[in-house]
């Protein structure tokens, strides 16, 4: 099951790797991890998204708490979060083929960056299960490259504790 963590942390050097080193010795696998500014320049946002059973996620957001710089983690996969991930793909395009593209872009939202004589560049946001839907609709095209940027997760209102609030900025 893939558990999402969302640490809020100094912005100082250093913290990402004691996160990722935290996870590593213990042999925990990070499927993403994505780290943003947030409203005060001097903290910053993790998104982690690993493949844990329950007592392993609770034993890793325990580890986590633990390190300094740390202020706040939440383990927010139960509380169906709002999760956007990112892609970049390029494509394989003839003319024959590039109207179809056009459309799949266009059903998906995506944003078509570049149109050469062999390839398109495409771009898309949304769930993470939409990426992997847009891109299984450009599989038969021919995916030339990716870059895929990870999951950034937030709480949803309602659900909103709010981990950056617990930090006075």
């Excluded at 179809?100 to 059903?107: P, W």
Aim: charged share 20%.
């Amino acid at each position: 099951m893939l558990r999402i963590f969302i640490a809020i942390t100094d912005n100082e050097p250093g913290v990402l790797d004691r996160l990722a080193s935290t996870f590593r010795r213990r042999g925990f696998n990070i499927h993403s991890l994505t780290v943003s500014p947030t409203l005060d320049p001097a903290v910053s946002r993790f998104t982690l998204v690993t493949d844990l059973d329950d007592k392993a996620a609770r034993a890793a957001k325990s580890f986590l708490e633990r390190l300094v710089n740390i202020h706040s983690v939440a383990d927010v996969t139960g509380t169906t979060p709002l999760l956007r991930d990112t892609v970049l793909l390029r494509v394989a395009a003839t003319g024959a083929t590039q109207a179809g593209l056009f459309q799949i872009a266009n059903l998906f939202q995506a944003e078509v960056l570049d149109v050469g004589a062999d390839s398109m560049v495409l771009a898309g946001s949304g769930s993470p299960e939409r990426i992997e839907a847009f891109m299984t609709a450009l599989r038969p095209y021919g995916l030339l490259e990716m870059g895929r940027t990870g999951a950034v997760a937030m709480q949803r209102c309602a659900a909103a504790a709010s981990l950056e609030t617990a930090v006075s900025f």
